[in-house]
């Protein structure tokens, strides 16, 4: 079992910047491709950011492209997710997840953590 733990959500307003971390524990991680997932409120969990292992394979939803950033410190067993130019419509709660590859990470297939919230003010 792997355990994911989020933090680094807040209150911010428009314009902010936030790093969301994400550390990961128990069975290892290694190897394996890490993401992030967000939620809105009344809405379906959907896609926003991916990387491989090695860090070589980025992949990101339109809507955070050139805003959102994601990168990983294996040694540390950390993802984070640098995000600038924040928007209302990027409020939610923001999933961590791991899986066997990028594309098992988009689906969805994978490890969860519990969450960490982002509230982003006009």
């Known amino acids: 079992q792997v355990q994911l733990v989020e933090s680094g959500g807040g209150l911010v307003q428009t314009g902010a910047s936030l790093r969301l971390s994400c550390v990961a524990s128990g069975r290892t991680v290694d190897f394996s491709a890490m993401g992030w997932f967000r939620q809105a409120p009344g809405k379906e969990r959907e896609f926003v950011a991916a990387i491989s292992w090695t860090s070589v394979t980025e992949e990101y939803t339109d809507s955070v492209k050139g805003r959102f950033t994601i990168y990983r410190n294996n040694a540390e067993r950390t993802l984070y997710l640098r995000m600038d130019g924040l928007k209302p419509e990027d409020t939610g709660n923001y999933y961590c997840?791991?899986?066997?590859?990028?594309?098992?990470?988009?689906?969805?297939?994978?490890?969860w953590g519990q969450g960490t919230q982002v509230v982003v003010s006009s």
């Open positions: 997840t791991s899986g066997r590859d990028i594309e098992a990470v988009q689906s969805g297939r994978g490890y």
